[in-house]
């Protein structure tokens, strides 16, 4: 019998703009080929929740919107938020003495100042938030998806998927060490990246991908996760003969409840 590992908290984001064509599109990254976990695969910015996020978590000057959330909650965006800094540079805060959101100028700056370090460990998020009078816009993230790792995996994460509008004119870039490439792309183009080849999608990812692609503007897709109730989501995995099949609750919202899959990665 397979040992089952315990589930890591972890966060990710899915940062939206309104593109071309009448269609929204979200950043996306291509995990390097020597991480463990999903190497080469295109997802959401994001990762575990981590001993520093806890730290921010009791330092309520270090972040706005997080009135009538859990410690949990106000941790997994923190994770978000700081994780998609680390991997894209963008920044979700505002400026402690104006309430204004940070501007893609002062992003870039504390970007090129601090990022490196960060992803380095030689410096703390709180402490880049201290230094640069910043508090973290908790309320721009909304609760899209709540995955759960199949038991019996060797690696686990109870994941909660969010969605936020990208800041305008903060661009994203990859970080060359986790992520080797990074693209803005439509969900429908990103789904029939994955069918053809083009991109190794998650299954998590492929779901969410296909039910953001029902949303025709920022706006209608936020409206839409506003109005949604989260339904935990760990898919119960069984062997087949042409492969896998993975069994979903039918209500979470991905249309349909078995789905046949390759390898797991």
């Known amino acids: 019998m397979t040992e089952t590992s315990a589930s890591r908290p972890a966060s990710t984001i899915l940062l939206l703009r309104d593109g071309a064509q009448a269609e929204i599109e979200v950043f996306m990254m291509v995990r390097h080929h020597q991480i463990e976990f999903n190497s080469g695969a295109l997802v959401f910015p994001g990762g575990s929740v981590d001993a520093g996020d806890k730290e921010i978590v009791a330092r309520s ?9 859990s410690e949990a909650d106000r941790g997994f965006r923190i994770a978000a938020i700081r994780e998609t800094f ?3 540079g963008i920044l979700l805060a505002r400026s402690k003495g104006t309430g204004l959101p940070v501007d893609a100028n002062r992003a870039g700056e504390i970007a090129d100042a601090h990022r490196v370090a960060l ?6 998020f709180l402490k880049i938030l201290d230094d640069n009078g910043l ?5 721009t993230l909304v609760p899209y998806a709540h995955w759960i790792t199949p038991e019996g995996m060797p690696k686990r ?8 509008a990208a800041p305008p004119d903060q661009l994203g870039a990859h970080d060359g060490r986790e992520s080797t490439d990074s693209i803005w792309v439509s969900p429908r183009e990103a789904v029939e990246g994955g069918e053809s080849g083009r991109f190794k999608l998650p299954f998590p ?5 296909i039910r953001l692609a029902k949303q025709e503007s920022v706006s209608a897709a936020l409206d839409h996760a506003r109005g949604m109730s989260i339904i935990t989501v760990m898919p119960v995995m069984t062997k087949t003969e042409t492969g ?3 069994r979903i609750p039918r209500e979470a919202g991905y249309d349909g409840e078995v789905f046949e899959v390759g390898a797991l990665g």
């Open 244 to 246: 896998r099949q993975l």
């Open 119 to 124: 992803n380095e460990h030689k410096i703390s």
């Open 86 to 88: 680390e991997e894209s």
């Open 135 to 139: 508090q973290l816009a908790l309320d």
């Open 157 to 164: 994460f109870d994941t909660w998927f969010f969605l936020a």
């Open 61 to 69: 000057d270090l972040y706005s919107g997080g009135e009538g959330l």
């Open 205 to 209: 990812t492929t779901r969410n991908l």
